[in-house]
């Protein structure tokens, strides 16, 4: 996969997972040239108004993306970061994607750890089923993994 030209989108939302999934991007276009987007999504609960502003998960979603911003600029990487509500996460990606003409997507997901977990969650699921681009997922490693 060459990403020479292409338009990356990285969804964050302030988890480990997501952060390593936006870092490993930047080191991908320390050699290469490509569009990095950055967005965060405040998920709005059904009851209220899409008009309605939650300033406390604004604040968080500030936040993450100035954290993203300051990691971004360690690598060298120019990004687009944006703070967006929506009232679920994976059609508003999606969506994004597609008003963007986004070539790809980087999910950080991480890992479950249980019996009878799914390997990704609802937002993820949503996004690998009806992204318009591809798709990569970054998958956290699996903690105090011992290799045999």
């Known amino acids: 996969m060459s990403l020479n030209g292409k338009r990356i989108l990285v ?10 999934g936006f870092l490993w991007v930047c080191g991908l276009l320390q050699r290469v040239q490509a569009e990095l987007h ?4 405040t998920e709005l609960p059904l009851e209220f108004d899409m008009t309605t502003e939650f300033v406390m998960q604004d604040h968080q979603g500030e ?17 687009r970061a944006q703070l967006l509500q929506a009232r679920h ?15 790809l997507i980087v999910l ?15 937002t ?15 998958r ?6 011992v290799l045999s």
């Open 11 to 20: 969804p964050v939302n302030g988890s480990p997972a997501s952060e390593a």
């Open 38 to 41: 950055a967005i965060y999504i």
């Open 63 to 79: 936040s993450v993306l100035a954290r993203i911003e300051h990691l971004a600029a360690g690598h060298r990487c120019h990004i």
């Open 89 to 103: 996460a994976g059609p508003a990606i999606v969506q994004e994607a597609l008003d963007r003409r986004m070539d």
């Open 108 to 122: 950080g997901i991480p890992h479950q750890k249980g019996v009878g977990l799914p390997a990704v969650n609802s």
């Open 124 to 138: 993820a699921s949503f996004v690998l089923g009806n992204a318009p681009c591809e798709v990569v997922c970054y």
């Open 140 to 145: 956290e490693p699996v903690p105090n993994a």
